[in-house]
């Protein structure tokens, strides 16, 4: 069984920062990619920031430049640092992991519990 475990959501002022982060843990022999997605009320679920084992980077376009993705592989653990928050931001952030459990599988993908982020006055 893999688990994923996210952190460091809340409530921030417009302007503000936010740091999570989503541990990866259980089985595991490799992962590839690691993102952050979220999901607003009402809205579909959207990809915010996506990052590959090898470090390349991809943002959408309504975060470029305010958050940075990064992760730790020794720790299997992907980050998200958010900056000039916006309320347009507030929604619940997931994290996913393409994780392989065995050294013979394919790569399968999990997902976090999901953390709340809110950014109101």
């Known amino acids: 069984q893999v688990q994923l475990v996210e952190s460091g959501g809340g409530l921030v002022q417009p302007g503000g920062s936010l740091r999570l982060s989503c541990a990866a843990s259980g089985s595991i022999v490799s992962i590839n990619a690691m993102g952050w997605y979220r999901q607003a009320p009402g809205k579909e679920r959207e990809l915010v920031a996506d990052i590959g084992s090898g470090g390349r980077t991809n943002y959408a376009h309504s975060v470029k430049d305010r958050f940075t993705i990064s992760r730790d592989n020794a720790k299997n653990t992907v980050y998200l640092q958010m900056n000039s928050l916006k309320p347009d931001d507030t929604a619940v952030y997931y994290c996913?992991?393409?994780?392989?459990?065995?050294?013979?599988?394919?790569?399968?993908?999990?997902w976090g519990q999901g953390t709340q982020v809110t950014v109101s006055s």
């Open positions: 996913k992991a393409e994780v392989a459990q065995y050294s013979w599988s394919a790569y399968y993908d999990y």
